[in-house]
């Protein structure tokens, strides 16, 4: 009787678990080569640059950008069917949309679709990619290379100007020690200190 329970208990615990996307993209030759963005309903976010990279970045995405990215999975029935467009086109690189929650799990893999709400949907997780690869050039300057740290700001500011950036605020911190530091050239402080106070006053 236990063991029957225990089997009538456990696939509704599964089906608790809370929705997660997972989005992977595979380029040979591109940099970075290969990308793993991973989004729980609650906003929560990790990004890797290698499938057996343990120490992901972790970061929060608002509940606003979180509401539209599933709003757009469900729109596309959860990758239940394919998004390959028919076109001939050049490789682009292998795109892959997972969705789990639960017992269900469903991914697509395509490299170049023509259904608008994927491009929306792929969009989002390149300008995720985007605003992390941001991150890892900035912390990257900011410890060992100085005098490149305005160039990296730079950078930064065109995607920022750009709307190109996805939950900025986790940019901050960096930021913010640019500005307490001078030992970073004028010129950078400066900027950084823009783009901090332009992402502090974005709601």
Known sequence: MRWVLALTV??????????????????????????????????????????????????????????TIF?????????????????????????????????????????????????VLLDWFERISETEQHMINLERTVKYDKLGVNEALLLLQISYEHKRLVAPQQLLPLLDRVVKNEAYMHMARERAAGLAEAIRSTK
């Open 71 to 119: 709003g757009l999975a469900d729109k596309l029935g959860h990758f239940n069917h394919s998004l390959e467009s028919p076109l001939k086109v050049a490789f682009m690189g292998t795109k892959a949309f997972r969705f789990e929650a639960g017992t269900e799990k469903q991914e697509v893999k395509f490299n170049y679709s023509e259904d608008l709400d994927a491009q």
């Open 10 to 67: 456990l696939p509704l615990m599964a089906a608790t678990d809370p929705p997660r996307l997972v989005f992977s993209k595979s380029f040979p030759g591109s940099t970075p080569a290969f990308v793993e963005i991973a989004l729980e309903r609650n906003g929560n976010a990790t990004y890797k640059e290698a499938a057996d990279d343990d120490r992901p970045l972790k970061f929060q995405v608002s509940d606003e950008e979180t509401n």
